[in-house]
């Protein structure tokens, strides 16, 4: 049989019919909800909204808002269930989502473009840390749609200040470098708000814990350090200081003469001492 291959016509077929609608309805949380029929018609809904062909249609038809109260559901089945098997659909849920926050981003800010509800925040992170030992491949994805959730969104780095999540999210450090990335971007997406959210970001645990990975070799994971050490020192009062007084410019001499680092180690060396 010769392989067939989806085109772009093809796609805007399947957005111009009532197919979509009808795997969002599916996909409504509840009772009636099927894990096993969710799954399938998730990563269809996955495959649809990576072709890009009009991903802005599919949230004016509430994708959005469908995906994220189907993620409170998973976080509150977790907690009742030690049913293997809603891996399976966390994942694309999370995926979706992801993809979709990327597209909402790109267009006009308001209405059914955005995903306001802070529960997302919190059922995200029940689902980190249930998967945290459990199915630990999921981190990243949940990691990337936090992201996604702060990269443009002042009130979702508001709500991760006020539900207490900065230090859950620091502990997620020591589980990978890819995993330290997307954490330390997470915090980058909320230092670069402003002195507000700087203050609440620092000092705690922040400090002692980019030092700690300011120890490392691995260059995306140090680099990632270095540009939130430099949003810190541009919008916290002090920062710079308690850095210098606790070894920093040491920590940062290793770097020195790594390539891919030299000149970012060297504007934090300048903004450290001359501000």
């Avoid at 016509?9 to 409504?28: A, E, N, R, Y």
């Avoid at 490392?216 to 020192?233: A, H, P």
């Amino acid at each position: 049989m010769v392989p067939t291959h989806r085109s772009a016509s093809t796609d805007s077929l399947v957005l111009g019919s009532t197919l979509p609608q009808h795997i969002l309805q599916l996909l409504q949380p509840g009772p009636k909800l099927n894990l096993g029929v969710a799954v399938e018609f998730a990563w269809c809904l996955h495959y649809i909204i990576c072709s890009q062909v009009n991903n802005a249609l599919l949230i004016t038809q509430g994708a959005l808002t469908t995906l994220g109260l189907l993620l409170l559901d998973l976080a509150a089945a977790v907690q009742r269930t030690e049913d293997a098997g809603l891996e399976l659909l966390v994942c694309p849920v999370v995926r979706c989502l992801s993809n979709l926050l990327t597209e909402a981003a790109a267009e006009t800010v308001g209405g059914p473009m955005q995903l306001r509800d802070e529960r997302v925040l919190a059922a995200l992170f029940i689902l980190l840390q249930f998967f945290l030992h459990k199915q630990p491949s999921l981190l990243p994805e949940g990691l990337w749609l936090l992201n996604n959730l702060t990269a443009n969104s002042p009130s979702f780095c508001t709500s991760l200040i006020s539900l207490d999540l900065i230090e859950p999210l620091l502990h997620l450090l020591s589980v990978s470098n890819v995993v330290s990335v997307l954490v330390l971007t997470v915090l980058c997406n909320v230092a670069e708000k402003g002195p507000a959210y700087c203050q609440h970001l620092w000092p705690g645990l922040l400090l002692p814990t980019l030092l700690d990975t300011l120890a490392l070799s691995d260059t995306e994971v140090v680099g990632q350090s270095l540009e939130l050490l430099q949003l810190l020192f541009l919008y916290q009062p002090g920062a710079a200081q308690a850095f210098l007084q606790q070894s920093g410019l040491q920590a940062l001499q290793r770097h020195e003469e790594v390539a891919q680092l030299q000149d970012r180690v060297h504007a934090l060396q300048q903004t450290a001492l001359h501000g």
